[in-house]
């Protein structure tokens, strides 16, 4: 069965620390890996993605994500949070041109 | 850049009412996928079509819901006699067949009294 599981509901971390959101994903083929940025009442905004080549992918808004296919995982990070970045962020995993499978997503707050 | 638009944005309706919401997908996109996320949770995918045709569907998508993409543009999904438990919001993405990135629209949020 086809299922991604984010291990954290919700992070809290001062401004200007550092982020790590965690994914697994269990998936028959070899997916790609999605992550994906929800501000309150907006849709989806795409971060990055990954298929093959270099583990570490460099994404918009200074977010970068390391994958770990052996172990079936991804982390999300950020060097250095802004207010801006709290929302709810999603791992995915599908194949090219087929549904998503989502994770429950992860809520970020970030303090002053 | 005109992205994934969706129409309404809300919908507040009774119990038993039908409700239609619309999806725009990037022009270029063949591909076009419904999903439903409700409070708390990502995203459940329900159905997509390849231009006008629909390739799959969700048992999420029970009989009371239905697709179409007539002319392979936009999308339109109908709830008919609404439940408490189809408040939600329902998100359209667009992509291409063979690619792999989805491009979500701001979604349609639905609350059923």
């Known amino acids: 069965a086809q299922s991604v599981t984010q291990p954290d509901i919700h992070i809290t971390v001062s401004e200007g620390a550092s982020l790590e959101l965690r994914c697994n994903y269990s998936?028959?083929?070899?997916?790609?890996l999605f992550w994906y940025v929800q501000s309150p009442g907006q849709g989806l905004q795409l971060l990055l993605k990954y298929f093959s080549g270099d583990t570490l992918v460099q994404g918009i808004k200074g977010f970068e994500a390391e994958f770990k296919r052996s172990q079936s995982s991804s982390n999300l990070r950020k060097p250095s949070v802004h207010w801006s970045d709290a929302a709810e962020y999603f791992c995915a995993v599908g194949e090219a041109g087929q549904n998503f499978v989502f994770g429950p997503g992860t809520r970020l707050s970030v303090l002053p | 850049d005109t992205g994934v638009s969706q129409d309404p944005r809300h919908k507040i309706t009774k119990r038993g009412q039908n409700v239609t919401f619309r999806c725009d997908p990037i022009?270029?996109?063949?591909?076009l996928y419904w999903y439903r996320q409700t409070l708390g949770q990502g995203p459940e995918f329900l159905t997509y079509f390849q231009n006008e045709a629909q390739l799959e569907k969700s048992r999420l998508l029970s009989d009371r819901f239905s697709a179409e993409r007539p002319k392979g543009s936009f999308s339109t999904l109908e709830i008919q006699r609404t439940e408490q438990g189809d408040s939600a919001m329902y998100l359209c993405?667009?992509?291409?067949?063979?690619?792999?990135?989805?491009?979500f629209g701001p979604g349609t949020r639905l609350t059923v009294l």
């Open positions: 022009s270029e996109h063949n591909r």
């Open positions: 993405a667009s992509g291409s067949a063979g690619t792999d990135t989805q491009y």
């Open positions: 998936y028959g083929a070899t997916p790609y």
